[in-house]
T-cell receptor, first 109, second 113 residues
Framework: RKEVEQDPGPFNVPEGATVAFNCTYSNSASQSFFWYRQDCRKEPKLLMSVYSSGNEDGRFTAQLNRASQYISLLIRDSKLSDSATYLCVVGTNDYKLSFGAGTTVTVRA | NAGVTQTPKFQVLKTGQSMTLQCAQDMNHEYMSWYRQDPGMGLRLIHYSVGAGITDQGEVPNGYNVSRSTTEDFPLRLLSAAPSQTSVYFC????????????FGPGTRLLVL
């Protein structure tokens, strides 16, 4: 079983729509959670960290459910520039990060 | 700051050849790591280092060596390239601490024939 699993998508949404997707993780000892964004043929970049109480960053909202071992990302008022692959990343206390394979989002005009 | 830099950007090797992928960071980060990214799979950790002189294996270390003689540099060596090592390789660095942001280099695209 993969440590971090994501729905690969793609999620095709019109501009202005809301899109949401989850990822699940298998290690109950995981301590840190992130969403990274990766554009085609580029390096991943941090989108946002995910905190236990949930957090927002502009149009992006992340939630963590430790009991069910999943995190979610919601994008409101989608822009064309939001088209990317979103990587779910989970960390334990031994410095290692586990990456999901990514969820592809395509926002169309 | 240049951040994390990687060279080369692209490389074609023949089976059995060796080469070194270079990685450097100027942010004084203790933690550095190498990943490979293949289609349909998440980034997989090859090797990592928590400081100069300290390295350890990740998830897929076979066929790769690393060393960390300075805080800034963390080269990845392919000992005898195989077609299965065709991939995109990313170097990354961050401060120690579980909540710290990880910064990636631009990647090296490697094709092994």
């Amino acid at each position: 079983r993969k440590e971090v699993e994501q729905d690969p998508g793609p999620f095709n949404v019109p501009e202005g729509a809301t899109v949401a997707f989850n990822c699940t993780y298998s290690n109950s000892a995981s301590q840190s959670f992130f969403w990274y964004r990766q554009d085609c043929r580029k390096e991943p970049k941090l989108l946002m960290s995910v905190y236990s109480s949930g957090n927002e960053d502009g149009r992006f909202t992340a939630q963590l459910n430790r009991a069910s071992q999943y995190i979610s990302l919601l994008i409101r008022d989608s822009k064309l520039s939001d088209s990317a692959t979103y990587l779910c990343v989970v960390g334990t206390n031994d410095y290692k990060l586990s990456f999901g394979a990514g969820t592809t989002v395509t926002v169309r005009a | 700051n240049a951040g994390v830099t990687q060279t080369p950007k692209f490389q074609v090797l023949k089976t059995g050849q060796s080469m070194t992928l270079q990685c450097a960071q100027d942010m004084n980060h203790e933690y550095m790591s190498w990943y490979r990214q293949d289609p349909g799979m998440g980034l997989r950790l090859i090797h990592y280092s928590v400081g100069a002189g300290i390295t350890d294996q990740g998830e897929v270390p076979n066929g790769y060596n690393v060393s960390r003689s300075t805080t800034e540099d963390f080269p990845l060596r392919l000992l005898s390239a195989a077609p299965s090592q065709t991939s995109v390789y990313f170097c990354a660095s961050r401060p120690l601490g579980s909540g710290e942001t990880q910064y990636f280099g631009p990647g090296t695209r490697l094709l092994v024939l």
